[in-house]
């Protein structure tokens, strides 16, 4: 009876001791992964990134020029067309923005689209001026009605 107790209690031993080995040797690998992903320098960024990086991935670099007010609209659409780019501020007020070399096809359909939207833009008042227009306007007409108003009361 001891003897069977004996062994059952050595077979349960050596069960956790392979248990606990697995997790050991999975938790090393999970921790040489993470490391070694951190080491690595050719990480590939994606979208919106800082020139360095973008110069790091050496595939070509070229720029185009953006005003400082259609940067943010021109970052939404070269996200949508999966362009890797980075914005870049001048010492001029511009916004020079650096591209991948290989990305020429889509930043054209990108830079296409962005200004397509920039010229739509352009071509509706802003919503400001036109409330300062009808402003005025209004200014105007009730100042012509009160001087009439005065007008009639003399006669």
């Known amino acids: 009876m001891q003897e069977e ?3 059952g ?3 349960v031993a050596i069960k956790v001791t392979k248990l606990t080995g697995r997790a050991l040797q999975a938790a090393v690998k999970k921790l040489l992964k993470v490391w070694q992903e951190k080491r690595d320098p050719q990480k590939l960024h994606r979208g919106k990134q800082t020139v360095k990086q973008l110069a790091a991935q050496n595939k070509g670099m070229s720029s185009i020029d ?4 259609g940067i943010r609209s021109f970052e939404r659409v070269a996200r949508k067309y999966g362009v890797d780019f980075a914005p870049k501020k001048g010492r001029d007020g511009k916004y020079y923005v650096f591209f991948k070399g ?3 096809d889509a930043l054209t359909a990108a830079f296409t689209e962005y200004t397509a939207k920039r010229v739509k833009q352009h071509g509706k008042p802003s919503l400001l ?3 300062a227009k009808f402003k005025e306007l209004s200014k105007a007409t009730i100042g012509k009605e009160k001087h009439l108003d005065k007008g009639e009361r003399s006669l």
């Open 129 to 131: 001026a036109s409330l």
């Open 102 to 104: 290989k990305d020429a």
């Open 5 to 7: 107790v004996n062994n």
């Open 9 to 11: 209690t050595t077979q």
């Open 66 to 69: 953006v005003d400082k007010a």
